[in-house]
């Protein structure tokens, strides 16, 4: 709660910043404290994922490729954290290859965020679109109805692996109306996605075995939808992760096994 005699905030709890001629509000030390321990409880972030952090994300120092385009990640992941909420776009997407260190600099912006006060939430994408589509069903429980309302309403959602889902129309037209709402209103949504998109990743291609035929792999737009595609390139920075070995292996990261 805030302090009512607070000469900062004037007890409402919020002081008012002005960063390159941008007006933005931002919580107030003497709330900070409670509000973060409440924010880290309901964030719904994984055990896996508890520990990291800007300060643990480890940059290979012995690949020269790895070493400037994860370390040029973390320092505009850490720019909009800085500037938030004060930032040019409400939205990060962070696009790269399997084991580039997408989730963990996704968490770690939306930990840094819950620390300044903001109220954020993670879901996995797959398993968000698994409760919303099971939600339908008239004898699904409230816990999964809830699942849509919270993917719109959350002042901050991350998305981990965007389209790492069957595309069905409905699934399609969901993910779209989640993602057009938060753009409309300027709410924050941070995603990670390992699909490739020409404007920022260039074609990538994939071997069709046995025969060996080049293909090229589908795109951001093609999962998601381009309406999707769209409204995520107007609202979100994106962060290239590039880097040409799986950073979970090369760093030797191990998460905790999750309590019983």
């Known amino acids: 709660m805030p302090d009512e005699n607070c000469t900062i905030c004037g007890g409402t709890g919020w002081k008012i910043l002005e960063r390159g001629g941008l007006s933005g509000a931002e919580l107030c030390e003497c709330s900070r404290t409670s ?29 020269a490729h790895a070493r400037e385009h994860l370390g040029q990640a973390l320092l505009q992941v850490r720019g909009f954290v800085r500037e938030y909420p004060a930032v040019d776009k409400p939205g990060l997407l ?41 939600s339908f069903d008239v004898a699904s429980g409230a816990s999964l109805r809830e699942a849509y309302r919270e993917a719109l309403e959350a002042p901050v959602l991350l998305l981990d692996e965007l389209g790492a889902y069957k595309m069905t129309e409905f699934v399609e037209d969901t993910i779209t109306a989640i993602i057009t ?27 069709n075995d046995p025969s060996r035929m080049k293909i090229a792999r589908r795109t951001l737009a093609e999962v998601i939808g381009p309406r999707a595609r769209s409204r995520l390139f107007e609202m979100c920075r994106v962060v290239q992760m590039n880097a040409t070995e799986d950073y979970r292996v090369k760093t030797g990261q191990v998460y905790p096994k999750p309590q019983k």
């Open 35 to 63: 509000r973060t321990a409440a924010n880290k409880e309901n964030s719904r972030i994984p055990p896996k994922y508890q520990h990291v952090s800007f300060d643990n994300f480890k940059i290979p120092q012995d690949n």
């Open 94 to 134: 962070l696009i790269g290859e399997n084991g580039t260190g997408k989730t963990h600099l996704a968490v770690a912006a939306l930990k840094a965020l819950l620390e300044k006060g903001y109220e954020g939430v993670f879901f996995d994408y797959a398993s968000l679109l698994q409760r919303i589509t099971q």
């Open 181 to 207: 709402d938060r753009c409309n209103n300027g709410k924050t949504l941070i995603a990670t996605t390992n699909l490739p998109d020409p404007n920022v990743t260039g074609t990538i291609f994939q071997y």
